[in-house]
């Protein structure tokens, strides 16, 4: 971040006067920011609050904005405000693109003034809960709740409690039998949950104020208690009963689908999954469970449909879960700014109830008046010189936290800020990086699958085109295109995924003629001679947008160019060279997919562009 510059040391008072009462009328976690008498009052029920107002106050100031009158009062949108690490415990990062992890090294854990400094970044946008390892755990991962890395993580939870973070940990399920001794992990056995008392009876013995647990189970692979014929329900409520008693909750992640699907079954759809496996638990959770749902009911893709457990579910606590770090948008190779696809989300309408309908009033907690709900964002933080690999990655990560803080934010606004925080005040860095970052999810979707179908990458590591890449395979990610057309038919007369939403949100989806035509090839399998709204067939949209996110790419190159000598050199060429990756990589994403679509469709392109 940039240093206040002079002009703005003016604008500052005699004196910042700090005060935390429990009295206090503010709501928890919130701040009151006033001035009186050439002096600042920051206010606040709990220490984190008035840390929460001190950073609003450096914030103001950063932008420029008048700190002359005060009147501000503010409390967060979601009480739990989560970033969840994948990171491993030899030190690599699952999903990651910004080089190691900052946590982990060769099964150590790292403690330097990077993880202050990390706190700090952290607090400074709002989040309050960190999980620091990957979901997937396996090997010597299991025994972070062993006495073995406990005192080390004691010291990591005292550094971020004075940040106002808690430390969470991704949590083993067979655990017992692989650290334990035992023969199963059973949640009902009464030798497993002695086991599991015992465990974290232990950790909070070193770490009174720990968070608690993220667990995915029965997924991927991972062990869970299906294969106890158990369900969710019981797997999750034995871990909550025991932690009750600390303070602790338990996240458990509803990303659980078959992943060894035929290719040729055209009626098991991985987009029904989540909500058939969740639906009818819902109401059986305990009140410290959170069920942790993925934006969309696939995986992290360009564009989805907003996941139809997000207002299916009317008696579970909900975290609402996205992705920061850039697995199918470019992988911090290219510049992909976020916020707008998780402000659309956040504002969907779901059609639960009459009113508080919204995804963004949903994992408030307030349309269901449930206390344990929020926002969770997979990191993209790194050991990389400026943690994100990609230097304007990082407004993702200042992004996620400053909306999951106020949902109300737009994604404009929230960039201008990252900008003047990041670079400088400077008019033409505002505007061009502002235009760099607002364009550039549109562009990234422009040059990849079109309308929502989603995938089309590379297997395995996800970077750069393979329009047939998962089309055969095992994970239910098909795009079904044939000579004649492409898409996933999802309303009733296909897989019937469309009868998961609320009406008329159903009913919508459900028609070609009322489907958003961003999902279109999401929702139905569509014709390449059929008409989209802007006149143009399909086939014809499909050239047209490839070529397109080309150009604004390079639209984006000159932006940045112009901002030579505004910005700090080593930061500018940094940002100039991954610009450039992404220009070569549009360019094979536009000519593979075009050849693909020419070839399958035997349509010719209606302006003669060079498609091989």
């Known amino acids: 971040s940039r240093r206040i510059e002079k002009g703005e040391e003016a604008n500052l008072p005699s004196g910042v006067i700090l005060k935390a009462e429990e009295s206090s009328s503010l709501a928890k976690e919130g701040y009151r920011i ?69 946590f982990f090294d060769q099964e150590n854990i ?172 819902d109401g059986e959770f305990e009140d410290n469970v959170i069920l942790q749902i993925k934006n969309g009911p696939m995986d992290f893709q360009v564009r989805e ?24 948008t470019g992988q911090q190779r290219h510049v992909c700014y976020l916020i707008p696809m998780w402000e659309e989300v956040l504002r969907f309408k779901t059609y639960c109830s009459e009113k508080k309908d919204t995804v963004a009033d949903i994992v408030s907690g307030r349309t269901f008046r449930q206390a344990n709900c929020g926002m969770a964002g997979v990191a993209n933080v790194g050991n990389d010189e400026n943690w994100t690999g990609h230097d304007l990655a990082a407004a993702n990560w200042y992004g996620f936290g400053r909306i999951s803080w106020d949902t109300t934010l737009t994604a404009e606004e929230i960039a201008k800020e990252w ?28 040059y990849t699958s079109p309308l929502g179908i989603g995938w089309m990458v590379n297997p395995g590591h996800h970077y750069g085109p393979n329009v ?37 949100n159903a009913s919508m989806y459900e028609k070609i003629e009322t489907c958003p035509e961003e999902l279109l090839l999401f929702f139905h399998y569509v014709s390449y001679t059929h008409k989209l709204k802007s006149g143009k067939t399909l086939i014809q949209h499909i050239y047209d947008t490839h070529f397109e996110g080309v150009e604004d790419v390079e639209t984006m190159i000159e932006r940045w160019k112009a901002l030579e000598g505004k910005i700090d050199s080593e930061a500018f060429e940094r940002v100039m060279k991954r610009l450039d990756e992404q220009l070569a990589s549009s360019k094979d994403w536009c000519d593979i997919v075009n050849s693909y679509f020419y070839r399958k469709s035997g349509i010719a392109d209606a302006k003669n562009r060079t498609i091989y």
């Open 34 to 102: 006033t001035r009186a008498e050439n002096k600042i009052f920051i206010e606040g029920k709990e220490p984190a609050g008035v840390l929460y107002g001190v950073f609003h106050l450096i914030r103001l100031v950063g932008c420029g904005e008048s700190i002359e009158k005060l009147a501000i009062e503010q409390a967060p949108s979601n009480p739990n405000r989560m970033l969840n690490h994948w990171d491993n415990i030899d030190g690599s990062i699952e999903r990651g693109y910004a080089g190691k992890s900052i």
């Open 110 to 281: 790292l403690l330097n003034d990077r993880t202050k400094d990390y706190a700090r970044l952290c607090a400074s946008v709002g989040i309050n809960g960190v999980v620091i390892n990957n979901v997937n755990v396996k090997g010597a991962a299991t025994e972070l709740i062993t006495k073995k890395y406990l005192p080390q993580l004691k010291r990591m939870a005292d550094i971020f409690h004075g940040y106002g973070i808690k430390l969470f940990l991704s949590l083993n399920f067979a655990a017992p039998m692989e650290i334990g001794g035992l023969t199963l992990a059973d949640p009902l056995d009464q030798q497993v949950i002695a086991w599991w008392k015992d465990a974290f009876k232990e950790v909070y013995e070193y770490i009174p104020d720990f968070g608690g647990f993220l667990v995915k189970a029965d997924s991927e692979g991972r062990p869970g208690p299906f294969t106890y014929h158990r369900t969710h329900a019981e797997g999750a409520n034995m871990l909550a009963e025991i932690i009750r008693p600390y303070g602790g909750i338990i996240v458990w992640r509803c990303f659980v689908y078959n992943c060894k699907q035929d290719w040729r079954d055209k009626l098991t759809d991985r987009a029904k999954a989540g909500y058939d496996n969740f639906m009818p638990l």
């Open 305 to 328: 449909p907003v996941s139809p457990l997000l207002g299916g579910l009317k008696h579970t606590n909900q975290i609402l879960e996205v992705q920061v770090t850039q697995e199918y």
């Open 419 to 446: 900008i003047q925080m990041t670079f400088s005040g400077d008019k033409k860095v505002i505007k061009n990086v502002t235009d760099i970052l607002m364009n550039s999810w549109p562009a990234y979707e422009k």
């Open 468 to 504: 047939d890449g998962y089309e055969y395979d095992r994970w239910g990610t098909y795009h079904r295109a044939d000579c004649k057309g492409i898409g996933v038919e999802r309303g009733p007369a296909g897989t019937g995924y469309t009868l998961q939403y609320h009406e008329p």
